[in-house]
């Protein structure tokens, strides 16, 4: 779950991480209200949604009235902000932070991720900020000074040295890094973050760094420790069918392609994902109705897959073991009862009562294509897909 960009400020205030002064508006109303409560005479508005790039994409605007903050406020609040990290649909801008404008000397960039190959936190920095890292690494990973940092010993401050004249700070701004990596540092470990992104980290023009922007992703499976985060997700800036899914507790992440798979067990959809590739297709989603599926759950699984319009074709792969084939199946013929499938339908059913599910799917009278095994279900399925794609063209 990743925060926003003024909740990941307001924890970064408690971690004494320097932040802009800055206020949430929600209105335009509140946005003027906003230039009166920081003073000054000028303002950046800034769109609250949960991708990169908003600057190049007007989610950022430095503003110069209060009349112009106004204007800006009506423009994105409502809207939907399109960058190139958003995709085409773009995220909602519910809010927007308005805060006091920085006097920028430097932009650097300043992270700190969970490093999954050495099992160590790391930080991550580098003098071309304002940039994706990801574009530095790739034209000048010459620039990019990482540190890792033993658990046992922990965060030690030759480190922050090492990354301080890295970035060709002076020894004060160096001091000040070192404080601002520690913060980091127990924030990380305190709210089981998996990455807090700093981009840019900026050195003013008075010579303090100060975190102009703010990243925070927190770790999912930790979310239970920590409520009082659980609390500030926002689910409209989320994949939609993604949020319906941890409704229903299904674990569903919507993907590229056009072939809905329901499967039950992460490892049997990781394998039916797999064949589907191997057979020339496209998986449109990684769905695990998970070992205790219940007719319903399978119901709303089902509903979630064919609310995608990508999906062509359904492929459904059930090893019944702990689950039961028969309440699978059950599921299925409740979810076509409920909604309107125009779309070829592959199922696999092996395991507990596999023989009663395929007889029940067959008095249905659906029309399901049966496979006896995994791999002639995905070419059974990427065969159905190509020519459910062609009649669409067709009627086009
Ligand atoms: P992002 O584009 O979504 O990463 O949004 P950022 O918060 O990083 O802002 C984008 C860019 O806007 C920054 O890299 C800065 O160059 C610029 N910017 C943001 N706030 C200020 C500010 O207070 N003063 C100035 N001069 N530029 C700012
Ligand atoms: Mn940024």
């Not at 990596?181 to 303090?208: F, K, Q």
């Not at 769905?287 to 999906?311: H, M, N, W, Y």
Request: a negative charge.
């Amino acid at each position: 779950m990743d925060l926003h960009e003024f909740q990941a400020k307001q924890l970064f205030e408690r971690y004494r991480i320097p932040v802009p002064q800055g206020v949430v508006a929600t209105t335009p109303d509140a946005a003027l209200a906003a230039c009166s409560t920081l003073g000054g005479t000028g303002w950046v508005v800034k769109a609250q949604v949960q991708t990169g790039g908003r600057g190049k994409a007007g989610g950022v605007i430095l503003t110069e009235s209060p009349a112009q903050v106004v204007q800006e406020a009506r423009r994105l609040l409502g809207s939907r902000l399109v960058t190139h990290q958003s995709g085409s649909d773009g995220l909602p801008v519910g809010q927007l932070l308005i805060e006091q404008p920085t006097a920028i000397a430097r932009e650097l960039y300043l992270s700190l991720l969970v490093d999954r190959a050495s099992e160590q936190l790391l930080f991550m920095a580098s003098a071309a900020g304002g940039m994706e890292i990801e574009s530095v690494a790739a034209t000048a990973p010459e620039q990019i000074h990482v540190t890792r940092i033993n658990p046992a010993a922990g965060l030690q401050p030759w480190q922050a040295r090492r990354l301080g004249f890295g970035l060709g700070l002076d020894s004060a701004q160096i001091k000040t890094l070192g404080s601002l990596m520690n913060g980091l540092y127990r924030l990380v470990s305190d709210c089981d973050a998996s990455l807090v992104e700093i981009n840019p980290l900026v050195v003013t023009h008075d010579g303090n760094l100060i975190a102009l922007d703010a990243k925070i992703s927190l770790d999912d499976n930790a979310l239970d420790r920590h409520p009082d985060l659980a609390a500030l997700r926002d689910p409209s800036q989320e994949d939609a069918r993604e949020a319906e899914a941890r409704m229903n507790e299904l674990n569903y992440i919507s993907l590229d392609g056009n072939i809905g798979c329901m499967v039950n067990g992460a490892g049997l959809a990781m394998a039916t994902m797999d064949l589907v590739k191997l057979h020339g297709g496209m998986p449109a989603n990684f769905l695990d109705v998970g070992g205790s599926a219940t007719a319903e759950r399978v119901a709303e699984a089902f509903k979630l897959i064919l609310s995608d319009p990508k999906v062509t074709a359904v492929l459904i792969n059930i090893f019944g073991g702990i689950v039961r084939c028969d309440l699978i199946a059950a599921g299925i013929i409740q979810a076509v009862r409920e909604v309107d499938i125009t779309i070829p339908i592959v199922v696999r059913l092996e395991g507990t009562n596999a023989p009663q599910g395929l007889q029940m799917l067959a008095d249905s009278q659906l029309t399901v294509t049966t496979a006896s095994s995994l791999s002639e279900a995905a070419d059974k399925v990427v065969a159905a897909a190509h020519a459910s794609n062609r009649n669409a063209e067709a009627v086009q």
